[in-house]
């Protein structure tokens, strides 16, 4: 014999209101959430806090001091693109299990996330196209180099 309605609804509303208190409570322990990051070369070493966002950069054993401007510029945007990855992934894994379909209405379907939407190139860690970070920034430092004449560009 089938469920009364009444009681579907009651399950399916006990379920929603489940989910919904894992979500604020998520939502709450990202809020803290941060990844620290070294770069390949060591020379770098950044903070990523819950919004991709820059929270500490650091220079550990001053091997920075032996670098050019442009190789630790890529080694700064390196460290954060991974740490902005990271987070983005720590968000993902979270909310994974909290977007299926509710057990209780045979017709839901859940959520479907958009996650490269929502992070963008955080989940390529900062590239588009494939290219690597440090290509991207060569690329402005060539195109600097041709505002160096009095009077900017020719």
């Known amino acids: ?12 509303r006990a379920h929603l209101e489940e989910t919904q208190a894992a979500i604020a409570r998520a939502e709450q322990d990202l ?5 620290r990051v070294r770069s390949r070369d060591r020379a770098v070493e950044v903070t990523v806090g ?10 550990p ?6 670098m050019t401007g442009p190789q630790l510029a890529a080694s700064v945007l390196e460290a ?11 968000v993902m894994e979270t909310f994974a299990p909290l977007t299926g379909p509710n057990p209780y209405v045979p017709e839901s379907r ?6 490269e939407k929502i992070f963008g190139s955080a989940l ?5 196209g494939g290219g690597r970070s440090s290509d991207r920034l060569r690329d402005e430092i060539d195109e600097d180099d041709i505002d160096s004449a009095p009077g900017g560009r020719a």
């Open 1 to 12: 014999m089938t469920e009364p309605m009444a009681e579907r609804m009651a399950k399916a």
């Open 31 to 35: 809020r803290n959430t941060s990844e």
């Open 50 to 59: 819950p919004q991709g966002e820059l929270t500490g950069l650091t220079f």
């Open 61 to 66: 054993d001053n091997k920075f001091a032996s």
């Open 80 to 90: 954060s693109d991974e740490g902005r990855r990271r987070v983005a992934e720590r």
């Open 110 to 115: 859940g959520v479907e996330m958009d996650w």
């Open 124 to 128: 390529s860690g900062g590239r588009q």
